[in-house]
Nanobody, 123 residues
């Protein structure tokens, strides 16, 4: 079993920055591809960013490309999402997810999920 715990969400003004972290325990972290998804009220969960088990990739949704950066620290068993130039439309609950080896952009392909962390961007 793999446990994921997100942190770092909060309230920020438009144009500001936040860094989310997802701590992983339970299995060999370096074997897992890690991704971030988000879900806004009334909307479906959507892909944000992904990074492979060996840090290959990464991949980003067009809406966050050049503003968000995903990274991982295999010694700390943690994946990060650095978010810059935040916009009100980035407001959502952000979830990290894990699957073995290769990343995917479809949420249905991930077996393990965190509980989510709220990000609110005010205009």
């Amino acid at each position: 079993q793999v446990q994921l715990v997100e942190s770092g969400g909060g309230l920020v003004q438009a144009g500001g920055s936040l860094r989310l972290a997802c701590a992983v325990s339970g299995r060999t972290f370096s074997n897992y591809a890690m991704s971030w998804f988000r879900q806004a009220p009334g909307k479906e969960r959507e892909f944000v960013a992904a990074i492979g088990w060996s840090a290959n990739g990464p991949a980003y949704a067009d809406s966050v490309k050049d503003r968000f950066t995903i990274s991982r620290d295999n010694l700390k068993n943690t994946v990060y999402l650095q978010m810059y130039s935040l916009k009100p439309e980035d407001t959502a609950v952000y979830y990290c997810a894990a699957r073995l080896f290769r990343y995917a952009t479809n949420s249905h392909e991930y077996q393990y999920w965190g509980q989510g962390t709220q990000v609110t961007v005010s205009s």
